[in-house]
């Protein structure tokens, strides 16, 4: 970190090296810290301190990446899908609000630099920048340690997507994607109900999914689309594991 960064307290709510070892663990190599450290600094945060490399071109590498290690993981896994749905499978995984939530998972928001202004407007969990840090770091580990290492982490974040991809209504949009459900099963439309608490610059929302008054789902996060989209999810899965469940593999006669 350099010492404009230090004198103007502009740092992360944890060190950055906690994440380089986790990243390691992950793609099973060496990288680079100065790369990572790259990847995390918000252009908000570069123009505070005067100037800094910020993580914009890791981000447009790591896109280009993320992009070619899902499709063909997509390619691979769906032999007989049209060209048209595996573009649809790919927009399910390849997108902000999927990006965003991998981010919070590994605890992006905790390690990225930034700026007074974004700090102080929740930019620690934004979807934007958090799936936007996603990207940079995938083009870092691509940088530090290549292609394989940078698969690794790819599906590390994003395999339980992946496999959930073609169940999916409208994306990654689960609000959708349960209404569909409980359309098709005449389950009657599903209901949300919303309550808030914390301070005006800090408020947390939770929401209750009900479908036939029967609660399926919780959520909480920074905004009401969040923590409706994270009750939807649940509930998805829920009723989807109720109404249509996997088919049990068939055993050959005498095993």
Known sequence: MTKGAQDSGLQPLRPVEELVRELEDVTLSRLTPEELSRALTHRSYAYECGGLPHNERLEFLGDSVLGLVVTTTLFDTHPDTSEGQ???LRAAVVNMRALAA???ALGVG???????????TGGRDKDSILAD???ALIGAVYVSAGLQAADRLVHHLLDPLIRQSANLGAGLDWKTSLQEITSRHSLGPPEYR???EGPEHAKVFES?????????GTGSGRTKKIAEQEAAAQAWEALRLAHEPEPEPEHEPGE
């Open 102 to 104: 991998a981010g919070r």
């Open 86 to 88: 595996l573009a649809k």
């Open 110 to 120: 905790d390690f990225v630099l930034l700026g007074r202004g974004e700090e102080s």
């Open 208 to 216: 209750a999914v009900s479908v036939g008054g029967t609660v399926f």
């Open 194 to 196: 919303i309550t808030e």
């Open 133 to 135: 840090t996603v990207e």
